[in-house]
């Protein structure tokens, strides 16, 4: 059992910035790769992004390559997606994932664990 809490999100003005944070516990070491994924009511889930534990290796969806950056801290557990230049169309709960592997995918399927969401509203 793997358990993700997310926090973070909050208002934020076009073009600002913003830190999430994703807090892992449980058999964390079971787990392959960590991801960030955004939704907005009555869509589907978005790949944002995702992360190795060993490796680090990163992998970012088109529409926030540039802007967006996850990283990880191995010894804390913990996962960061920061989000520089923030647009209105960035507005959505964002929540993180975690999956046993072996690769981490965009699909929301491919993951066994999952966040409760934190709220990101990008508006003037």
């Known amino acids: 059992q793997v358990d993700l809490v997310e926090s973070g999100g909050e208002l934020v003005q076009p073009g600002g910035s913003l830190r999430l944070s994703c807090a892992a516990s449980?058999?964390?070491?079971?787990?392959?790769?960590m991801a960030w994924f955004r939704q907005v009511p009555c869509d589907e889930r978005e790949f944002i992004g995702a992360?190795?534990?060993?490796?680090?290796?990163?992998y970012y969806a088109d529409s926030v390559r540039g802007r967006f950056t996850i990283s990880r801290d191995n010894v804390k557990n913990m996962v960061y997606l920061q989000m520089n230049s923030l647009k209105p169309v960035d507005t959505a709960v964002y929540y993180c994932?975690?999956?046993?592997?072996?690769?981490?995918?965009?699909?929301?399927?491919?993951?066994?664990?999952w966040g409760q969401g934190t709220q990101v509203t990008v508006s003037s």
């Open positions: 994932a975690a999956t046993f592997g072996p690769r981490a995918t965009m699909s929301p399927g491919e993951y066994d664990y």
């Open positions: 449980g058999s964390t070491f079971k787990t392959y790769a």
């Open positions: 992360i190795t534990w060993i490796g680090g290796t990163l």
